[in-house]
């Protein structure tokens, strides 16, 4: 064994982890060892010709969908703190309307789903450490509500593998395995068992910024009876989607590819007409089938690894240059026999991961019903937002420039913001609309 990876596993341990946790990391550690490791090149790769489709499949009876439903649970990834965006606390906890986090709306079409069929689906968090305390306080007020915690490891140095030690912070000596580390902290944490005990047989996960993630009854029952272990929902691909992980054909198996795993020279990744099917990070788990898996692995299901590179202090590009080992909870869809894809709507993929997507959230483009559903208000695709990064990444420059609201988008098809612009309050935005800065927006102005 590497000496690298003997000392990453006792640092793991001492830190606590679980036995499971430390069967992944291994694995992942192994991974690193062969340089072509998860690497999947395009011309090794078949497109995916056609998938179900969600309209299609049958409506359940109102018993057939409470029978399902009610073992079912809702989980979401809420490990992320935002710092991307200038938050230093859950990025879940952002107003998505006025007085309305992203929490609370999740909250809601829970609370909703259970009135309406007359079932308990608990909803679960996947915490970090910095977002636990915040987020399970926001939801004191609402019942039947878990959560475990994600895992960590260690971050390795760059240059000899070795675990990093930054005295500094040691905190920043450590790491999250990427959103794949799902299936073993759902066992470490116990959390596994006790649901299958409570009788919940499936889960569905989504991510805690995707709004339009909510249950749909078909699709829980079109699991349930085609006993489908793994279920992902993809939409299709547009231009948008080009650095997103796409689905495809690798043998007699569907596997998930991500911007990682493309060999360099590879430019076949971009190709979006060639593959159609795009992962939303909606994902349909049947409980039973991933304890039968973890019962003879405990690290199941296998994942292929993604190497990252950063500093260990992320806001310190001159301190040590680290990897982080990661991988993808989608790309479960190539390691468990009998995994599927479901063609959906792209309404229920719409995750806010910026600024941008944030205006568009928060306008009238979107309502939100008193059951917890974002509903477009606009016709055809909706609009597209880009605002000068410079201006506008962080969360406390986009409010100062927003301090009335957003405009409204309803109507537009594209807002391009470059330059410091600053909006009145009352703005409408038609059609295709581009402004550059140094602007003030007057009140009630029309754009173009």
């Not at 990391?25 to 395009?42: F, I, M, N, S, T």
């Not at 001159?318 to 790309?331: C, D, W």
Request: with cysteine; net charge negative; charged share 25%.
């Amino acid at each position: 064994m590497a000496d690298y990876v003997e000392a990453a596993l006792t640092k793991a341990e001492k830190g606590g982890a679980h036995p499971a946790e430390l069967a992944a990391l291994r694995r992942r550690l192994e991974q690193l060892d062969e340089p072509r490791a998860g690497l999947l090149p395009g011309d090794e790769l078949e497109p995916l010709r056609d998938v179900p489709r969600l309209e299609e499949l049958p409506e359940p009876t109102a018993e057939q969908a409470r029978e399902v439903l009610d073992r079912l649970a809702v989980l979401k990834l809420n490990g992320g703190l935002g710092t991307s965006m200038g938050l230093t606390g859950p990025k879940s906890l952002l107003e998505v309307k006025p007085g309305t986090s992203f929490l609370d709306v999740v909250a809601e079409q829970v609370s909703s789903l259970r009135e309406r069929h007359g079932v308990r689906v608990p909803l679960v968090l996947m915490n970090s450490t910095g977002t636990r305390g915040p987020s399970m306080a926001a939801l004191g007020r609402y019942d039947n509500v878990l959560d475990f915690l994600q895992g960590r490891e260690p971050k390795l140095r760059a240059d000899d593998r070795m675990p990093v030690e930054w005295p500094a912070d040691p905190e920043l000596e450590w790491c999250p395995p990427g959103h794949g580390d799902l299936y073993t902290a759902l066992a470490a944490s116990g959390t596994l068992d006790r649901l299958l005990d409570a009788g919940v047989r499936w889960c569905f996960v989504s991510n805690s910024d995707n709004l339009g993630a909510t249950v749909d009854a078909r699709l829980a029952a079109w699991v349930a009876a085609e006993q489908v272990p793994f279920a992902m929902e993809a939409v299709r691909g547009t231009s948008a989607d080009r650095k997103g992980g796409h689905l495809a054909r690798h043998g007699d198996r569907v596997v998930l590819r991500e911007t990682a795993q493309v060999p360099d020279g590879d430019d076949s990744f971009t190709d979006v007409e060639r593959w159609r099917f795009y992962n939303t990070n909606n994902l349909w788990i049947d409980l039973h089938a991933l304890r039968d898996l973890q019962a003879s692995d405990p690290a199941a299901p296998a994942l292929p690894l993604i190497v990252n590179h950063k500093t260990v202090d992320p806001k310190d590009p001159s301190s040590t240059p680290v990897i982080q080992l990661e991988t993808a909870m989608g790309a479960a869809i190539g390691s468990i026999p009998g995994a599927r894809a479901v063609l959906v709507p792209r309404t229920r993929f719409a995750p806010v991961k910026t600024t941008d997507d944030l205006l568009v959230v928060r306008s009238d483009a979107y309502s939100l019903t008193a059951d917890g559903r974002m509903t477009p208000t606009f016709d055809g695709s909706g609009p597209v937002v880009t605002l000068d990064p410079g201006h506008f990444r962080l969360m406390p420059d986009f409010d100062r420039r927003f301090p009335y609201g957003p405009p409204s988008l309803r109507r537009a098809t594209r807002l391009r913001v470059t330059g410091d612009v600053r909006f009145g309050a009352d703005v409408v935005v038609t059609g295709d609309a581009e402004v550059s800065g140094p602007r003030q927006i007057a009140d009630g102005a029309t754009l173009p």
